[in-house]
T-cell receptor, first 109, second 114 residues
Framework: GQNIDQPTEMTATEGAIVQINCTYQTSGFNGLFWYQQHAGEAPTFLSYNVLDGLEEKGRFSSFLSRSKGYSYLLLKELQMKDSASYLCAVMDSNYQLIWGAGTKLIIKP | IAGITQAPTSQILAAGRRMTLRCTQDMRHNAMYWYRQDLGLGLRLIHYSNTAGTTGKGEVPDGYSVSRANTDDFPLTLASAVPSQTSVYFC?????????????FGNGTRLTVT
C-alpha cells in the first residue's frame, strides 16, 4: 500500500531551526509537496520538489531524496506565527496526491 | 480576491438528512477536488473533477456524490448523512496545465452529524 510517514508533533524554540521529516512509499513518484495549515484554517502551499536536492524559499527550505523516499522541510529563524501543522503529500504515478497526517509544530518563546 | 468559497462554514445535521456543501472558485482552474480531514489522518480524497462535465471517485466516495456542470462550481452532496461523515470538508482546485500544480483550498466546512 501507499504510505506517508511524518512525526505527529514537534516542539521548537522561537529563533531556532527545525527540520520536519517525511518518508514515503508510493506507487510511482511525480513530485512531493509541503503545505502549511494553521489551526482551523485551510492548507496553503509551501513547496514542491520533483528532483533530488534542496529548494530554498526564504526561511523555508525543502529537500528531496527519491532513492531514499525521503524529504524534509527546514524552517529557519522560527517565529511564533510558524506554529502550525505541516503536511507532506506525494503525487503518485496516477497523479493522485497521497497525504501524510501532518506534523503539528509548536513554537515556544 | 480570487479564490475558493465554501458554504456553509459549519453545520450540525441530523442523521438521515440530505445536505449539499457548496464550492465555487473564480480562478478558472480546470481541476477541482473534495477532501475530508479527520484528526490523526491525512486528507482523504472523496471525489474529483478534472474538467467541467467529468467527475471521478477518490479514496472514500461512498455516501457522497458530486456534479460539475460548469468550471466554477463543484457541490458535494450527502444523500443520507451518517455520524461517520462528521468531519471537516475542504474543497480545492488546481490548474493542472501548470507544473507544478499546487492545490488551492477553500476555508472548509465543519460538519457534525448527530
Amino acid at each position: 500500500g501507499q504510505n506517508i510517514d511524518q512525526p505527529t508533533e514537534m516542539t521548537a524554540t522561537e529563533g531556532a531551526i527545525v527540520q520536519i521529516n517525511c518518508t514515503y512509499q508510493t506507487s510511482g513518484f511525480n513530485g512531493l509537496f509541503w503545505y502549511q495549515q494553521h489551526a482551523g484554517e485551510a492548507p496553503t502551499f509551501l513547496s514542491y520538489n520533483v528532483l533530488d536536492g534542496l529548494e530554498e524559499k526564504g526561511r523555508f527550505s525543502s529537500f528531496l531524496s527519491r532513492s531514499k523516499g525521503y524529504s524534509y522541510l527546514l524552517l529557519k529563524e522560527l517565529q511564533m506565527k510558524d506554529s502550525a501543522s505541516y503536511l507532506c503529500a506525494v503525487m503518485d504515478s496516477n497523479y493522485q496526491l497521497i497525504w501524510g497526517a501532518g506534523t503539528k509544530l509548536i513554537i515556544k518563546p | 480576491i480570487a479564490g475558493i468559497t465554501q458554504a456553509p462554514t459549519s453545520q450540525i445535521l441530523a442523521a438521515g438528512r440530505r445536505m449539499t456543501l457548496r464550492c465555487t472558485q473564480d480562478m478558472r482552474h480546470n481541476a477541482m477536488y473534495w477532501y475530508r480531514q479527520d484528526l490523526g489522518l491525512g486528507l482523504r480524497l472523496i471525489h474529483y473533477s478534472n474538467t467541467a462535465g467529468t467527475t471521478g471517485k477518490g479514496e472514500v466516495p461512498d455516501g457522497y456524490s458530486v456534479s460539475r456542470a460548469n468550471t466554477d462550481d463543484f457541490p458535494l452532496t450527502l444523500a443520507s448523512a451518517v455520524p461517520s461523515q462528521t468531519s471537516v470538508y475542504f474543497c480545492a482546485s488546481s490548474d493542472s496545465t501548470a507544473n507544478p500544480s499546487p492545490l488551492h483550498f477553500g476555508n472548509g466546512t465543519r460538519l457534525t452529524v448527530t
